[in-house]
């Protein structure tokens, strides 16, 4: 499974972005999917993740109510919008997919990663 991060850019504080996360393969299997992130100087942290049939949601405390994670299945597709952003948002955002039909993904190691996309946000 090949993941493709995409959507970051420059946006000012209080904006808004939307990250993608496109699966593919010869065969796409089920999964969950994360997403997740690394700031300069500072170790790689959870943001959000989404269970394999999308009922189920999970955050960062320090996300919460501003972003949100939702994923087409029928596109292979995973977004996190990231609204009301802050300048500590600022990290590269990397997605990973746990393969299975996961309703709890939390603690999971995942199996795949993206590339990462850059989201820097401006004061």
């Known amino acids: 499974v090949q993941l493709q991060a995409s959507g970051g850019g420059l946006v000012q504080v209080g904006g808004s972005l939307r990250l993608s996360c496109a699966a593919s393969?010869?065969?796409?299997?089920?999964?969950?999917m994360g997403w997740f992130r690394k700031a300069p100087g500072k170790e790689r942290e959870f943001v959000a993740t989404?269970?394999?049939?999308?009922?189920?949601?999970y955050y960062a405390d320090s996300v919460k109510g501003r972003f949100t994670i939702s994923r087409d299945k029928a596109k292979n597709t995973g977004y996190l919008q990231m609204n009301s952003l802050k300048p500590e948002d600022t990290a590269v955002y990397f997605c990973?997919?746990?393969?299975?039909?996961?309703?709890?993904?939390?603690?999971?190691?995942?199996?795949?990663w993206g590339q990462g996309t850059l989201v820097t946000v401006s004061s």
């Open positions: 393969a010869r065969s796409v299997p089920s999964y969950a």
């Open positions: 989404i269970s394999w049939s999308g009922r189920s949601t």
């Open positions: 990973a997919a746990e393969v299975g039909e996961i309703e709890d993904p939390r603690g999971y190691e995942y199996d795949y």
